[in-house]
């Protein structure tokens, strides 16, 4: 039977806009791989009324309640005497989790004051939720009907701590089988990814969702079956129909994004790359050497923002730059070689654009990019120009010009055909573009 769940987070500070609610997010993606519907999500003030309302609401009509917030030590903090009411519960002082909380403040040097003893009541009929790493425990609420509620502290390191090591393991053993996802990281926009694969979005086991991000999209799998080796195979299987669909643009399963995969890869291989950089201002390095081990595959990373850096740096001449306009094909090709000469990496990639928002060139709106990949074993140049500018941000335009850059380095290193642009052998002309 599946399982309905709605999400409560309580703070004024959140319907204020104070406080970002990354909550709720973190708390719909876990809730989702376990297979437990969610099909609301709710953010009310720290007001006992307008709570009570809303839990009593949301238990007639969902079977598991999860609250995130209104669990310290101040008087607006009622989340746990409100859900307690609702779930015709009670709560009592706790002795042990008041000596938990009065050794917490000692190790950080502090002495409790009388208001935190709010923060030692506990669910007389329920339980409580032991927290490690913060003074206010959670609870877990049933009413007679089967129904739960679990409360968990606001701030999010100790909600996502006590999710982990105490939430989700007793949630697990609720199913009658297990549940396992894997996602997998595309590039390109939603709306495109999906018109190709949509009959496989329609299946019940596995199920797939796609979540848009910038640049690049995220299909999750999510099977049910008796034994986790089973749901694994499940998703591992529809997993490979995805890619054999999405083909190259499909990168990676269970990623935190491009760059971690770019740095496994080099490293597999046994290269090294380098990044020259004028409109991206070292984005693509930044990201690189955000994955730890990149110093194994990455030493040098040129940040070429004047025309005269490019010149000094990397040994593009001035001339070429003075004919062809520091924005061009010309120039992006020889940023690239310059970058392998000075580094001696066996790849390199180089950007030189208009980020806006302004600078418009004619037949050069903002937006436009052109990225160069450079190959010491061959010799060649890869070319690309991109026409960004229907984003209309700077930070976007940068962003995607970063990912395609990352992209570029990937397919060299595997040996993957470009998703378009040129490949120059050495000694050809560089075009326009």
């Known amino acids: 039977m599946t399982v309905v769940a709605e999400i409560i987070c309580v703070g004024t500070e959140l319907l204020l806009g104070d ?35 809303l839990v009593r609401e949301a238990a007639a009509r969902s079977d598991l309640l999860v609250l995130s917030g209104g669990l310290g030590p101040t008087a607006d903090d009622l989340t746990k005497e409100t859900v307690a009411a609702a779930f015709g519960d009670t709560l009592h002082f706790d002795e042990e989790e008041w000596g938990k909380i009065q050794a917490f403040f000692a190790r950080t040097h502090r002495r409790p004051t009388e208001n935190n003893r709010k923060q030692a009541m506990v669910p007389t009929r329920g339980s409580k939720i032991p927290n490690a790493h913060g003074t206010a425990p959670g609870a877990w609420f049933r009413d007679e009907a089967g129904r739960m509620a679990v409360l968990m502290p606001g701030v999010p390191r100790e909600m996502k701590a006590m999710w982990a090591e105490q939430v989700r393991p007793r949630l697990e053993a609720h199913q009658n089988c297990t549940i396992h996802s894997m996602t997998l990281r595309v590039l390109g926009g939603e709306s495109s990814i ?69 740095v496994r890869v080099l490293r597999e291989q046994g290269l090294q790359a380098a990044t020259a950089e004028s409109c991206t201002g070292g984005l693509v390095a930044q990201q690189l050497t955000g994955v730890p081990g990149a110093s194994e595959v990455f030493g040098y ?89 229907g984003y209309a941000d700077r930070d976007n335009i940068r962003t995607r010009a970063a990912l395609y850059a990352l992209d570029l ?25």
């Open 301 to 389: 990373g040129f940040v070429t923002y004047a025309s005269a850096a490019k010149t000094r740096l990397l040994g593009v001449p001035a001339e070429l730059i003075e004919r062809c306009n520091v924005v061009s094909g010309p120039v992006a090709a020889a940023m690239a070689r310059g970058a392998l000469q000075a580094s001696g990496a066996e790849l390199s990639v180089a950007l030189t654009g208009l980020a806006g928002p302004g600078g418009a060139l004619p037949g050069k709106p903002v937006g436009t990019v052109y990225l160069a990949g450079g190959d010491a074993r061959t010799g060649q140049v890869h070319l690309m120009r991109l026409d960004l500018g």
């Open 409 to 433: 380095l990937r397919r060299m290193a595997l040996g993957l055909p470009l998703e378009f642009g040129l490949t120059l052998e050495p000694g050809q002309p560089v075009p326009e573009l």
């Open 194 to 262: 999906a018109s190709k694969v949509a009959p496989l979005f329609e299946s019940d086991n596995p199920t797939a969702a796609i979540y848009c991000k910038t640049g690049e999209s995220e299909i999750r799998v999510t099977a049910r079956a008796a034994t986790r080796a089973e749901a694994e195979a499940a998703c591992r299987a529809r997993v490979e129909e995805f890619r054999a669909i999405l083909g190259p643009c499909a990168y990676d399963v269970d990623v935190p994004g491009l760059a971690h995969t770019v």
């Open 19 to 53: 406080i970002v609610n990354t909550n709720a997010q973190f708390l719909s993606r876990e809730l989702a791989e376990l297979g437990i519907t969610v099909l609301h999500q709710h953010v009310v003030g720290d007001n006992p009324a307008r709570l009570e309302a």
